[in-house]
């Protein structure tokens, strides 16, 4: 079965950089979209930004618009989220998530947790201040 597995976080100063890879053990389907959120503690997970694979559409949280850029390149079957300008609210694990199609959901906006099967084990990324 596919597997994600972030990586890429780590501890960087406000206004500072960081990419996060997210990437398959295996190829996906081209037609799946994917996803990533976050979540920080006592806090339910929240949703960061997400692609389609198949047109490469993008969707963006209000909070991470214009800081952050999803990306994908298919040939390494891997995702990217380049955080830009980032601030300590930004602290957080970073999960990515697919969409498979392996299951029936009511879900159908790219925001919606339950919309994606597949999720990876998060990855931390600590904003300082």
């Known amino acids: 079965q596919v597997q994600l597995v972030e990586s890429g976080g780590g501890l960087v100063q406000a206004g500072g950089s960081l990419r996060l890879s997210c990437a398959a053990s295996?190829?996906?389907?081209?037609?799946?979209?994917m996803a990533w959120f976050r979540q920080v503690p006592g806090k339910e997970r929240e949703f960061v930004a997400a692609i389609t694979w198949s047109v490469g559409r993008t969707y963006y949280a209000d909070s991470v618009r214009g800081r952050f850029t999803i990306s994908r390149d298919n040939a390494k079957n891997t995702m990217y989220l380049q955080m830009n300008t980032l601030k300590p609210e930004d602290t957080a694990v970073y999960y990515c998530?697919?969409?498979?199609?392996?299951?029936?959901?009511?879900?159908?906006?790219?925001?919606?947790?339950?919309?994606?099967?597949?999720w990876g084990q998060g990855t931390q990324v600590t904003v300082s201040s």
């Open positions: 998530a697919a969409d498979l199609g392996l299951r029936s959901t009511t879900a159908t906006m790219y925001h919606e947790e339950d919309l994606y099967d597949i």
């Open positions: 295996q190829r996906t389907f081209s037609s799946s979209d």
